[in-house]
């Protein structure tokens, strides 16, 4: 004879078992021309780690971004370590957006450090988490951020990079980051903030991300890492006093 329990279970009808429903993610709220210059979303765990850099020792190159410059001392370290002399600090962080960075360098980020040049690279989040962003948003808030720094950081340069290209080919995102280049492109002086758009050196004859530079066709790898390298290195030389 079975057991009691045995037949209780077999009793029970199938919707017993049925798992209650995932609720469904909230959706992100429609952007406006002030989402991308407002700060706010902070990574805090990350942000507590910046300021303890800045304890560290002192910072002469500062490199501010997303996951694509987060990434550099890990996966391109061959390369990253070419900044050394330099006293490199990366406040680079997985996912962010320009409204992200803003709330970190107006939140201790820039207290502290005296570098000499800011390397900036951020925007495409803008774009690619976030459909009904207009380029021109996103530019606005690499803006901000650029007034941010020279406001906090009087006496240091910025090399402000072009929004690298992301997608194997031609698309309305690649249309997306050309429009915010475009735009940011005029931010330069020649002088205090230096333009430099390398994302040429990522494509192929036939404008394509090759699978050996960025394979996800975002993020570079250590080839990748190496061509950003080569790229802004002779314009970094130029800037480092």
């Known amino acids: 004879m079975r057991p009691l329990g045995y037949l209780l279970v077999l009793a029970l009808p199938v919707s017993s078992f049925a798992q209650t429903p995932a609720p469904s993610p909230t959706p992100k709220p429609p952007r406006t021309p002030e989402s991308a210059v407002t700060p706010g979303r902070e990574n805090l765990r990350r942000h507590a780690q910046f300021l303890d850099r800045i304890k560290d020792g002192p ?8 996951s694509i410059t987060d990434g550099w001392p890990r996966t391109g370290e061959r390369t990253w370590l070419q900044f050394a002399p330099y006293q490199p600090a990366n406040f680079g962080i997985s996912g962010e957006t320009t409204e992200q960075v803003l709330w970190r360098i107006t939140n201790g980020e820039l207290e502290g450090i005296q570098p000499k040049v800011v390397v900036i690279m ?3 989040n803008n774009i690619g988490q976030f459909a009904d962003e207009k380029p021109e948003w996103a530019a606005a808030g690499i803006k901000k951020i650029i007034d941010t720094i020279q ?3 009087p006496q240091a340069k910025i090399l402000l990079l072009g929004v690298f290209p992301r997608g194997k080919k031609a698309s309305e995102q690649r249309a997306k980051v050309d429009a915010i ?4 492109s005029g931010y330069g002086d020649g002088d205090r903030v230096r333009y430099l758009d390398i994302g ?3 494509l192929d004859a036939q404008g394509e991300i090759p699978a050996d530079v960025m394979p996800d066709l975002l993020h570079p790898n250590a080839k990748g890492y190496a061509i950003w390298y080569e ?3 002779p314009t970094l030389r130029e800037m480092m006093p």
């Open 59 to 66: 910072v002469g190159l500062l490199f501010l971004g997303d």
């Open 122 to 124: 951020i925007g495409t």
């Open 151 to 153: 406001e906090k950081l």
């Open 181 to 184: 280049n475009a735009i940011i």
């Open 200 to 202: 040429a050196k990522f």
């Open 231 to 233: 790229a802004m290195n």
